[in-house]
């Protein structure tokens, strides 16, 4: 429990730290903050912090939010996104991290053909294939990825995952890294239109142990504002 400054500032030696200890350069690890169930009050405070990417995990607390903040700022959609939502969530979000089926991406599609617009996307991978999770299966992402190149409205920009909840955060360390594989193996595959640039994982409980794999984007959320 400390001031948003003093999280921010604890929680950016952290990130530095982990980095240079596992010979990565700090600046390769950029941090988005998740606001989702914060107040307006709480995202001004983080603001006057620095810049920072932001994530909401849902359209419906998202859409009152987002407008009564700078336009300037950069908005991620993390959570998942029914299709019924896709048309509020392109006016709203960025980039939509939380891409998890054919069917969504291809209302993604839809919508962003009818406003002539293209639509930064994530793969988000059901790593650990719990039940209780959304995402594609491991072993699916590279198909996955190659329906989506296929659809000219979407660039798939990377991947994105939710590690179970451990006490733990070794425990997630083998979902991390075997992401972090896929990842890389859809880098080398250089599919057209796809670009592996974002490899999204951890959160405030197991964002050293992501870095330590590779996680390029943090979604971080109670360490900033609890
Ligand atoms: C809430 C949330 C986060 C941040 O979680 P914390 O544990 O508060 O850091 C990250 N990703 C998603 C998808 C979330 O919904």
Same mark, same amino acid.
């Given at each position: 429990?400390?001031?948003?400054?003093?999280?921010?500032?604890?929680?950016?030696?952290?990130? @530095?730290?982990?980095?240079?200890?596992?010979?990565?350069?700090?600046?390769?690890?950029?941090?988005?903050?998740?606001?989702?169930?914060?107040?307006?009050?709480?995202?001004?405070?983080?603001?006057?912090?620095?810049?920072?990417?932001?994530?909401?995990?849902?359209?419906?607390?998202?859409?009152? *939010?987002?407008?009564?903040?700078?336009?300037?700022?950069?908005?991620?959609?993390?959570?998942?996104?029914?299709? &019924?939502?896709? *048309?509020?969530?392109?006016?709203?979000?960025?980039?939509?991290? @939380?891409?998890?089926?054919?069917?969504?991406?291809?209302?993604?599609?839809?919508?962003?053909?009818?406003?002539?617009?293209?639509?930064?996307?994530?793969?988000?991978? &059901?790593?650990? @294939?719990?039940?209780?999770?959304?995402?594609?299966?491991?072993?699916?992402?590279?198909?996955?990825?190659?329906?989506?190149?296929?659809?000219?409205?979407?660039?798939? *920009?990377?991947?994105?995952?939710?590690?179970?909840?451990?006490?733990?955060?070794?425990?997630?360390?083998?979902?991390?890294?075997?992401?972090?594989?896929?990842?890389?193996?859809?880098?080398?595959?250089?599919?057209?239109?796809?670009?592996?640039?974002?490899? @999204?994982?951890?959160?405030?409980?197991?964002?050293?142990?992501?870095?330590?794999?590779?996680?390029?984007?943090?979604?971080?959320?109670?360490?900033?504002?609890?």
């Amino acid at each position: 429990m400390g001031t948003i400054k003093d999280n921010i500032a604890h929680l950016q030696a952290a990130i @530095s730290e982990t980095a240079e200890r596992v010979g990565r350069n700090a600046n390769d690890v950029t941090l988005l903050v998740v606001t989702k169930n914060r107040t307006i009050e709480q995202i001004q405070q983080l603001l006057e912090c620095g810049e920072f990417l932001l994530g909401e995990n849902r359209v419906q607390e998202a859409k009152p *939010k987002i407008p009564l903040l700078p336009t300037t700022l950069h908005w991620h959609m993390v959570g998942h996104l029914q299709r &019924n939502k896709v *048309k509020d969530a392109l006016q709203l979000f960025e980039i939509i991290q @939380s891409v998890d089926s054919s069917r969504l991406a291809h209302e993604i599609q839809k919508i962003a053909e009818a406003t002539d617009r293209s639509v930064e996307v994530l793969v988000q991978v &059901n790593v650990a @294939s719990e039940e209780t999770k959304f995402g594609i299966p491991a072993e699916e992402t590279r198909a996955f990825v190659k329906e989506l190149a296929a659809l000219p409205r979407l660039r798939v *920009k990377g991947l994105m995952t939710i590690a179970p909840l451990t006490e733990d955060p070794e425990e997630v360390r083998p979902h991390f890294r075997r992401l972090r594989q896929i990842f890389d193996t859809l880098a080398a595959a250089q599919i057209p239109g796809v670009e592996m640039r974002y490899l @999204s994982m951890g959160m405030t409980n197991d964002y050293r142990v992501a870095i330590e794999e590779g996680a390029n984007l943090l979604r971080i959320g109670s360490a900033v504002f609890d």
